[in-house]
């Protein structure tokens, strides 16, 4: 222990109270002789005690002292006992202190272990926290991964179905650069559209689909897309068609065709 740190301790002031033990004592005054601030130190510390004795010392009355005096003399002659250097209520007052001591060193160590677990526990919960939340991401993300490989297999499964017929739709002389390809499967009634390249709709407006047999419209469905864009997207089910074409309707599609917003149209080959 430094120099600094034993003079902070405050065993020069017990060593000043007689609060120490023997052994105690011996270790004070080894201190004190292998370092002159420790010797300074445990002198002011005695000094202050003194003064502070003398401050509130009480003179003894004179009877008490003619007493004293008269015991000693009567005891001159007497075999002197031999009295240990610290009696036995100095030692118990000693092993107090120590126990105080302990005591507060308890406190503050089970003070010291609660912060420390706390904190460990803080830890753990925003671990746990953050392992949750990475599951939740995994999870969606296997999800989304999940949907796309559908997706996927059931564009594979279109194309290399040889009862499906692909039908080109391609953009009106308003719009010639707007595309899009229809897959028609006439036995099982199934239509899907893909690569859709068609003008980003103005709001309250969707493009829907129709299938041309005889001359008449039939609705195959509205077609999602975003930003112009749209995945491959299976439509209601039409039983004959002779060709596709796309209007630009309102949000909710339309029962006939709106003809002024044609946008692309195809027709089927045999």
């Not at 296997?142 to 949907?147: A, I, N, Q, W, Y």
């Amino acid at each position: 222990m430094h120099n600094e740190d034993y003079i902070a301790s405050g065993i020069l002031e017990l060593y000043a109270a007689g609060g120490l033990t023997p052994a105690e004592c011996e270790e004070v005054e080894r201190h004190a002789a292998a370092s002159p601030a420790v010797r300074q130190a445990l002198e002011e510390a005695c000094a202050t005690m003194e003064a502070y004795a003398n401050l509130y010392a009480v003179p003894p009355r004179a009877a008490l002292k003619d007493r004293v005096m008269q015991h000693i003399d009567s005891s001159a002659h007497a075999e002197t006992p031999v009295r240990a250097l610290y009696p036995e209520d100095r030692k118990e007052a000693g092993a107090f202190k120590w126990l105080f001591v302990a005591s507060i060193v308890l406190v503050l160590l089970s003070g010291f272990l609660c912060f420390h677990f706390y904190t460990k526990w803080q830890q753990a919960e925003e671990r746990l926290a953050g392992a949750i939340a990475s599951e939740q991401q995994l999870a969606q993300n296997f999800e989304r991964t999940s949907l796309q490989l559908q997706n996927q297999e059931e564009i594979l499964s279109v194309l290399r179905n040889p009862e499906f017929k692909s039908v080109r739709l391609e953009g009106v002389e308003s719009h010639a650069g707007a595309s899009m390809m229809v897959y028609w499967n006439a036995r099982q009634q199934k239509v899907f559209v893909d690569e859709v390249r068609l003008p980003a709709p103005p709001p309250g407006k969707q493009y829907q689909l129709w299938a041309l047999q005889d001359g008449q419209p039939i609705d195959a469905g509205l077609i999602a897309i975003s930003d112009a864009k749209a995945s491959m997207q299976q439509m209601k089910k039409i039983s004959a068609a002779e060709a596709f074409a796309v209007t630009l309707e309102p949000v909710g599609g339309s029962k006939t065709p709106t003809l002024e917003q044609l946008t692309v149209m195809g027709k089927i080959t045999s």
